[in-house]
Every structure is written in C-alpha cells, then in structure tokens.
C-alpha cells in the first residue's frame, strides 16, 4: 500500500495551492458577504482549469483523477473555509462528469466547454418541497408537448440559480423528472440537462428565488418553479426512465468531494485553533499546556487523519471503477463516498465547534471568521447531497445487506 502521492499529484496539489493562497484566500470573506459575485471569481476558476477538472480535453477538462479533483477542493476549502468557493468546483466535478459519461454528444459539445470556462454552472435540482433524499417519488413531471420535452414542478435547494443566470452562456442544473406513472417510483424517473440559460438568453418557462442562507452566502441556493421548461430530446441525459441509478453516481462522487471541502476547512480550522492556543495564556501559562486543550487536539487531529484518508480511498476507488477496473463495482463507490462524506463532515462540524470554545467569545466576532466556517459546514451537515441517516442507510445497506435493512 502506497499513502504518498505522486510527483505529478504533487505537483497539481502545489499549483493549486498557489493559486488559492494568491487569488481566494485573500478575499474569501468578501465571496462570503457577497462583495465579490460568484459569476466572477468562476471565471478566475475557469481561467486556471479547475472548473469540469474531471472532463476529456475534447470538452476542455483537464482530465483529472477524481483524487485529484479531491485534493484540489481540499485546497480551495483552506483558502475559502466559508466553502462557497470549493462547493462551486466539487459541484462541476461531479455532476458535468455526469453529462460526459451519460449525456447525447451535441449537448456535450455545446455546454461542456463552457462549463470548463467558467462562462456556464451545472448543479443538481432534485429535492423538492415534500422531501429530497427519496429521489424515487419525485412528483416533478417531464411532459412530451410538440416535440419538446416540457417540465413542470417544484424544485427546492437547488444551488447556484442565479450564479448560472449571471454568467455569460448560463446553464441550469441536471433535473430529476418522472417521465413513467407515480407507482414505477424509480423506474419512472428520468435527467434533464435543464437549461435556464442558454448562449446568453433566459429560457421561459421557470421562476426562481433565493433564500437567504445563514452560511456560505457566496454561492446562492434557491426555490425552481418549472412552469413547462422546454427541453430539447438532445439534453435527456441517459435513457428514458433510466435516470435514477445516474443520478445516483452524481450524488456518491460529490459526496467524496464534499468530504475533501470538509477536511479543508477543519484543517483551516484546526491551524487557526493551534496559533491561538499558543499564544493565549490563563493563569499565566499558554492555554495549550492544558490537557483538556491539547488532548482535544491531538483528538480531532487523529480523527481529521482518517477522515481525510477515507476521503482520499473514496476517490481513489472512483477512479478505479471510472477506469474500467472490474475488481470494483458502483456500489463500493456509493460506500466509499457515503463513508467520506459522514467522517469527514461530523470531524469538520465538531472542529469548529471545539475551535470556537478555545477562542471563546472572541469567536463569536465576524473578524475572527471562525464561525464562517461554520456556517459553512452545517449546510453539509445537516443534509445537503445526503443526510447523516441517509449515509448511514447506503452505508449498513451495502455492508449489512439489503433484504436486512
């Protein structure tokens, strides 16, 4: 077994590093307040290739490993711990890669390039009002009116809206629609590449609103009204009601990238934790000469530990089933990233938490930024691409046996 990377991983981790020290770190408090728009700092993203990171060059990727992919949003949740800024890029890791493996080559050649750029977003819009981790009972419909797919629902949580309406070709998101009866649950459901915007014009057909986020401000999330959004045959992305096990591999490769962005902030946090023990003194001595603060780190540094390596084995197994390795099948990838995703979130949430009880009330300042990232984190927390229970359905599912759970 092999935990190095290699020199070309190195090398990646270090330009990527270079880049978010120079270009995110020192204005990440800024994407978070919203004084410097999402639409521009993609553009910054595009400009240094780690937009669609995953894609074929043909689209403009960088044909990226998804470790590398990984290890890149690790580095941009250090610089940007609010996580806007990461979540942005793990979001057009996973779900463009989605619209490569599954979608029709005129819509490949159309919006992927533009993804690349950073002049396009494409998210997920899949939860809806009623619930979202039961993708199966979707009730949004996709209607066949005149030659043009037509969908009509409801689509809460949906991330970066208004992102996509900013920037120069647009986008939308990869849209979960039933296309077969209420009762074929998942084998009803069909992906839409749903385009709000599209070479620089608004779709008709939707309405949209954000909702004002308590945390990660810097990438909006919103409530989609789809009022007969058309949608051209060429975007149906996969077969017709054969989406749900593609949107699936969507959800299990942005969860392992979602635990990299966790395991980025928790080990910002964790260094600002470490300057301020060693420079707070009570009664004298530094507030890390006391094992009830020390061994509380060297706690949430072992558990940090593994939840990075269990982050980086998730990718790691991705890139083994995504290369065509026969010893690895799609479920050893829903495990992997459901087990990332539940380590590497809970670590972070409780990092920041235990950071803030080192800084007292100092942490409760905006000019600490500490809570920021905590803010951040929740999103991911409490339910964002997957609940804590629903991770440890897939998990006890898949190791314990489904005729058991």
């Known amino acids: 077994m092999d935990f190095g990377l290699s020199r070309e991983d190195k090398l990646f981790v270090e330009s990527v590093r270079s ?16 004084r410097w728009p999402m639409a521009e700092v993609a553009a910054r993203l595009g400009e ?11 689209y403009g990727g960088q044909e990226a490993t998804f470790l590398q992919a ?16 990461p979540v942005y890029v793990l979001l057009e890791t ?86 077969g009866a209420p009762e074929d649950k998942h084998r009803g459901v069909t992906l839409f590449l749903a385009l709000l915007k599209r070479r620089g014009r608004q779709t008709p057909g939707f309405t949209y609103r954000d909702w004002d986020e308590v945390g990660r401000r810097g990438l909006p999330t919103g409530y989609l009204t789809l009022e007969g959004l058309p949608v051209e045959d060429v975007f149906v992305v996969g077969e017709l009601n054969g989406g749900f096990k593609i949107a699936m591999e969507g959800f299990n490769l942005a969860r392992t990238v979602i635990g990299a962005a966790s ?49 980086y084995k998730a990718a790691w197994i991705a890139d083994r089933f995504y290369g065509g390795d026969v010893a690895f099948a799609v479920q050893d990838v829903a495990t992997a990233g459901a087990v990332a995703k539940y380590l590497a979130v809970g670590t972070a949430v409780e990092t920041a938490l235990e950071v803030m009880k080192w800084f007292g009330g100092a942490s409760y300042f905006r000019e600490t930024n500490v809570a920021r990232s905590l803010l951040g984190l929740l999103s991911y927390y409490v339910g964002a691409e997957g609940a804590e229970n629903i991770l440890k359905l897939i998990i006890a599912r898949n190791t314990v046996g489904r005729e058991f759970v």
């Open 94 to 179: 996973a779900w463009p890669y989605v619209v490569q493996r599954h979608g029709r080559d005129e819509a490949k050649e159309e919006v992927l390039p533009e993804v690349a750029a950073g002049r396009a977003f494409v998210g997920i819009a899949s939860t809806e009002p009623q619930g979202g981790s039961d993708v199966a009972s979707v009730q949004t419909k996709a209607v066949k009116e005149g030659g043009l797919w037509r969908l009509y629902g409801e689509k809460n949580m949906v991330t970066g809206v208004s992102t996509a309406l900013a920037l120069p070709y647009g986008g939308g998101a990869v849209a979960v629609a039933r296309t």
């Open 70 to 85: 990984a290890l890149a949003v690790e580095e941009l949740a250090y610089a940007d711990p609010s996580l806007a800024t």
């Open 263 to 311: 395991v980025g902030a928790a080990r910002w946090l964790l260094d600002r934790g470490l300057e301020w023990i060693r420079q707070r003194s009570a009664f004298g001595r530094p507030i890390a000469s006391y094992q009830s603060v020390s061994f509380k780190f060297a706690e949430l540094y072992a558990r940090l530990e593994a939840a990075r390596l269990s982050v």
């Open 48 to 58: 240094a290739g780690l937009l669609g990171m995953t894609l074929s060059s043909r």
């Open 19 to 34: 880049f978010a020290e120079r270009v995110i770190a020192p204005r990440w408090v800024e994407i978070d307040e919203g």
